[in-house]
């Protein structure tokens, strides 16, 4: 009525929107009517549930009315890129007035548009719209009343991706025939997609020069592939992406989602943020001719906002959806260019978030989609947040902690402010005034508004009124109020030290987290993760991690990367994505080494089941480390090397201290004359560290360290004349030499001169640098490491293939040698020789679920042993089940896992059987280690009558075994036991073996020597009943 202006009313568009949007959502939440909605003498119609896609065999379901006889109509309009249209008949039927109905029909789409053709035809389905109206027929037969009318979006399935319908026909005999061949039958058409899932989980984006990399490939199919070629001049496709970002871009550009070819060059598509927030796109129209365009709309700070580009020969439409909890804002721009867009996807590779050139946005990345050949235009009511996205629940998170964050910045400053009022000076002018003011004062102290305070945040405010106290006018942040609830965490949990402590001080580590303290996100990430103390949260551990992570966490990173690499807690395998997360501590991790920090230590690969190691672990007031002083002062030039090392680096227990070792490495050099001490001293010299930076004194003790032979040297002075004295062809020189002596960084150097182009008289080349940054990887040096690893990312066309999963191995290597993962396991080895064996637990953990497998055995070591009892034994079982499994994935496993893994699949668990063939499986690979436990385990199991499989025998090269009797397969496990050189199985494998022996000869003359046989058996059996503990024992002490 208010829409009309009916029956006196006043036309009213606002008001009859009011109404209309009520019911309308009210609609959208209720599709299938209810009786009460069925309203007779009404023209309706509704379609109930119509598919999404372009489906076969649909069955859709209609709710119409009529108030007079009429007839239903439902047809199919089909829009094609050539820009024509089509309007197919699908079904009608008639509508009797007054009598509501629900009718099934299948829809019978065309075959055409569901199912695969022998070709693909030539014009190409854009979109479809399925529409069902309720008509009554005119006077001209030709014409009809369209009295009410729905609609609902199609969307078409890539060709390829469609399904082959399948015809009723009869084969000929031949045919079938044919069939029944081996050949046939191996020959399938490969399955390709035309959608590519570039993104499927939440990457976390620091704002640096690390994104994820990911390039195509040609179609292997020859009709896709021509189609791909010839639409290289006229593209047809759409990008769409998630992201949230945190923090205006700081540069000129920042990246989103950009394309490099194979000579470095940006070419279409290229999507970057500016510093006002906006987007710029970049298309390429030709050899090196490029054009942008800026669409004026804004991308909000701290909201998930899908931006898609959609790329039609000369047209681009960008678009942007934002939605904040259920507010929906919707842009998008349209953008003609004068030439045909030039789009190879198979050229070069793509860049999701910062790259080689460009850094990335600061914020978070949700899935990316590349649709290759399809155009999708979709409506801002379609747009939903991807589910991954509401399972992680960032928004709520920032959403939260801004309150918290507000609420500490009111207590801050009202808190400060009385400390100063307390500290001012005291200005009355008699003792009568003061008496005066003081009388004013209410009897008894009285909160201020602020003051109030909600029960969670009550250690927070006690912390708050401290500091106050403590910095008083000076005042302080919320990242100092991080720092000490994340310090009152650790507080607390050393003085309990045990699980029971985990649940009230989460509460703590997650304040710490909002307040800028990334240790603390990162410790409750593990926490979550683990279930150590706190019920297990694989989301929220996961939130927790992409929080520190996106604040350049190292060990969030390192988690991340692990998680993505191996596929767990739910998350899919991504080797881009993890390759992505371990480059970026990868190459922090060599400029970390350049300028060490007490927070940093050396990465030390400590087993806790290798009592040699422990025990050469010290500190400052150990002996150990005073009698290597001790040394070092009577001149003993390895035990001045071995204090300076261990000062500099924090190793073997020792806290750093790099003013002291500098002070070694000058006796050494100085007094000693030692090559390494001068070559160490000089470096420090060179670059400052420790002491005042003086390079021609450098240059004086790295010479004379040179003319003594010592390689390093060669290869630091060979730099001091590269970067000093600018003579390249004097530096390439010495880069050689040190490089025929195996120098890792005379390789790493070599490198980067072909990569540049500073080789004396040759151009750049890549592929010589390549060989370089092969040979300093395969020496030990990370930056070479992060080198080949970016080569293998990319290759380089016509020389080197890409290799992304070699390429992530290569930065996980060089990201586990960063010091802040050693300062961590320094803790957890240092609390667990202090016998803190929950400490010790719990930062094994954290190192554990970065990845690094020394760590993961020993927490799978500790729950084992289960010292001071401070897991339950069901926690204690899933601990070693998932860690010891967890160690096995490493690429060189400790051989004492490979024994207790089988060890469990031997003895199985309550929800799992044993696994007599994986736990000879393990055996044998411990086996092949050279371990006579697992040697002599698999011998223990054809004693029990156990056959080994035919592959377990061929990986022991004892296939000609695999039908003898047990006797004689015993002997030969138990002999090669026995046999293996420096080994502590001899002896308990000898018994075995004569245990054999003795039973054969029992079997033999049995009845001749009954009573000497019993007494001997009883004796045997005494002594093997010791020889699986006594021989593990001595395992524990292994290397």
Sequence with gaps: MHYQGLHGLPVDRALAHAYYANIAFQTSDARYPTRGQMVLGLDEIMLLNPPKKAQPNHVLYVFYSCKGPAIVQLDLIVFYDTGLSDILRLNHWRCDPFDPKIKAVRLNLPDWLVYQADKPGSQWVERCTLEAAVTYPLSDDDEELVAAEDE??????????????????????????????????????????ETVQMLSSVFASTGENYGITKSLEP?????????????ISSPWCTISMWVLVTRNCQEKFCGLFHHIDSHNNYISPVLFLTKSGKLHVQMT???????????????????WCQISVVILTRRVTVSMVCINKEHRTGYSVDYIFQHDIVLDDTEGYFVIGGGKFIKGVEGYFGPVVYHRNRAILQSRSRVVLPDVVRAVNLTRWMQTCK?????MSIKINGYTHQAKKRKQPDTSFDTFSKWLDESRQPSEPQSELWEKTHPHSRQAVKLVKILASKHGEKGFNLSALGRALYSLSLHKLHKESRTEVVSTILPLLLQAGCLADNRALHMASVLYSTGLGVKKQANKSWLLALLAAQKDDRLALLHLGHLHHQGLHGLPVDPALAYAYYANIALQTALDRQNPTPEQTFVEAVYLNNEEVLNQQTDRDHHIFQWLKHQARKGAAEAEQAVGRMLFWGQQGVSPNIQEAVRHYERGAVQLEDPVSMYDYGIVLLQGQGVKKDVQKA?????????????????????????????????????????????????????VMYSQGLYPGKPADKFQAYQYYLKAAQRGQIRGAFQLAEIWTTGIPGHVNRRPLDAVLWVKWAAEHNGYLGRILRKALDSYLKSDMFISVLYYLMAAECGYAPAQFNVAYLCEQNPFSIMDPTSASSCMWRYYNLTLQSQNPEPYALIKMGDL??????????????AAKMYSHAALRKEPQGWYNLGLLVAEGYKLPLSVLISLSLS?????????????????????EGKDGFLPCSIALYNVYFQTFQNDYGTAVKVSTAVAIVAASTVLLFIPISLRRRVLSLN
């Design 152 to 193: 609902a979006d199609l969307e078409p399935v890539a060709f390829f991706e469609r399904p082959v319908k399948q015809q009723r026909m009869c084969n000929s005999w031949s045919r079938e025939m044919l069939q029944l061949t081996p050949g046939f039958l191996k020959k399938q058409c490969p399955f390709e997609q």
């Design 905 to 918: 699949l031997y003895g199985g668990k309550a929800d799992m059987p044993r696994d007599m063939f994986s």
């Design 285 to 303: 129209r030709g050899p090196e001719k490029t054009t942008a365009f800026l669409p004026s709309f804004i991308v909000p700070l701290r909201e």
């Design 960 to 980: 000609e075994l695999y039908l003898v009797d047990n006797i004689t397969l015993q002997s030969t496990l138990y002999e090669r036991c026995r046999d293996l």
């Design 699 to 751: 240059v004086t003790f790295l010479k004379k360290a040179m003319d003594k032979d010592f390689v390093p040297a060669i290869n630091a002075m060979a730099w001091y004349y590269e970067q000093y004295e600018k003579d390249y062809v004097k530096a390439v020189k010495m880069w050689e030499q040190a490089d025929e002596l195996n120098s890792p960084d005379a390789a790493l150097n070599l490198g």
């Design 403 to 407: 309150a918290f964050q507000q609420e």
């Design 219 to 231: 179609h292997k199919d020859t009709t896709l592939e021509y189609l791909r070629v010839k639409a």
